[in-house]
């Protein structure tokens, strides 16, 4: 293959390259001197940082009401039985384990549920 072949193929590349970040939406601007530029519209994830987080709150908020509803021992004694299913039990019962934030919810959400 020649040089000028190789040349060729490698700048089609580019513009398919181009064409792809282009096909997901553009923006124009105007620069200081006139000029109009035409570049890709940098793709956004779709799950922010706030959300995110109210959902991790939302968890531990949720676990803080079970352990305060059922009681601390009952809700041990399930996360055992748990421990002892199924592969998915088991991980439930990993993500469910008690940790220091759900238990400070559980002892502040307890007498209000009494």
Do not use: C
């Not at 987080?53 to 352990?67: D, G, Y």
């Amino acid at each position: 293959m020649s040089i000028q072949h190789q040349e060729f193929r490698g700048r089609v590349a580019n513009l398919e390259n181009k064409h792809a970040a282009y096909a997901q939406g553009y923006t124009a601007r105007v620069q200081p001197d006139g000029l109009i530029v035409v570049v890709p519209r940098k793709m956004r994830s779709r799950i922010s940082g706030r959300v995110l987080l109210l959902t991790v709150a939302s968890f531990l908020l949720f676990k803080a009401f079970l352990m305060a509803a059922l009681g601390f021992d009952s809700y041990d004694e399930r996360i055992a039985k748990l421990a002892d299913g199924t592969a998915v039990e088991r991980a439930g019962a990993l993500v469910m384990q008690a940790d220091p934030v759900s238990v400070w919810g559980a002892e502040k959400m307890g007498p209000i549920l009494r």
